[in-house]
């Protein structure tokens, strides 16, 4: 599933393509959104953009796309007239004078009036949004300081939207290596350093999968491995995916867990605490 990274670089792409753009043909797959297409025709796109794993496109006449995608929705970018990839469903294609944006897969979109959809179901639940720009450490930190997250166990926290939005299955792992916390911590066992490291690491490390497209390892390191041949499924992560492998700092052997459904990788002897 994408994470909050994945889907501003897909924000990107989307933009580079139709921002400022006038569709002239928005098509809907499923038959109860139709209704809402003639009125998109010739209307520009004013602003995409991304909600924690949301996408929000937004048109001149005020009304907004809202779209998720779940476990297999993709954007993709077509040059006009290039046909959509075969074997895939398309669910919207919002087509303009040099290009066409396509989402194959995803089901949860659906149209609202632009000053509405912060009414979403999903949008008024989202934490802090750590990719957002106006998002800063110390909002991180104040939402690590709020007592209603206290008493639940990071690995699952880490996985909730309505804490940090942007976090994903990856993402979880490293934040916790980073700051050098076991995965089975609440936030009320952690001393105050412990909540600077987590809002820190959170922060950080989400940025720079952001400009890096998925490194979440350290740089040194990663231009370390890259000179030893390795690939980059190897080197891109901290602990994430590398149960057996060794640590990067302590060289101790990473184990996997699953928390939530999902594996969790991490340091027994770095992460102690
Ligand atoms: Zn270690």
């Given amino acids: 599933m994408p994470e909050g990274p994945e889907i501003k670089r897909s924000a990107d792409e989307l933009s580079a393509a ?10 809907f797959a499923f038959p109860h959104l139709a209704a809402h297409a003639p009125a998109m025709r010739e209307q520009i796109i004013t602003r995409v953009e991304p909600r924690g794993k949301a996408m929000l496109t937004h048109f001149g006449h005020g009304q907004t796309i809202y779209s998720h995608n779940q476990l297999y ?43 509405r959809v912060a009414q979403h179901p999903y949008i008024t639940k989202l934490g802090v949004e750590l990719l957002a720009e106006s998002t800063r450490v110390a909002d991180v930190l104040a939402q690590v300081n709020d007592p ?9 926290l880490l996985l909730d939207q309505g804490f940090l939005a942007g ?9 916790l290596f980073v700051a050098r916390i076991h995965p089975h911590a609440r936030l009320i066992d952690l001393n105050a350093a412990q909540r600077r490291s987590l809002a820190s690491a959170a922060f950080e490390l989400t940025h720079q999968s952001y400009q890096t497209h998925g490194i979440t390892n350290d740089l040194a390191i990663v231009s370390k491995l890259k000179k030893q041949g390795l690939s980059f499924g190897r080197y891109r992560h901290w602990v994430f995916d590398r149960d057996h492998e060794n640590c990067h700092v302590c060289s ?22």
């Fill in 252 to 273: 101790g052997a990473i184990e996997r867990i699953d928390v939530s459904g999902r594996g969790l990788y991490w340091c027994a002897h770095c992460q102690r605490n």
């Fill in 148 to 156: 209603r997250f206290a008493r639940k166990s990071l690995a699952a």
């Fill in 73 to 115: 929705g993709q954007w993709r970018i077509l040059a006009r007239g290039q046909a959509p990839q075969s074997g895939l469903q398309v669910r919207l294609a919002i087509h303009t004078d040099d290009s066409v944006a396509v989402l194959y897969s995803a089901s949860d979109i659906s149209v609202w009036p632009a000053d």
């Fill in 18 to 27: 139709i921002l400022g753009k006038r569709a002239w043909l928005v098509e």
């Fill in 167 to 175: 976090i994903g299955n990856y993402l979880r792992s490293d934040i």
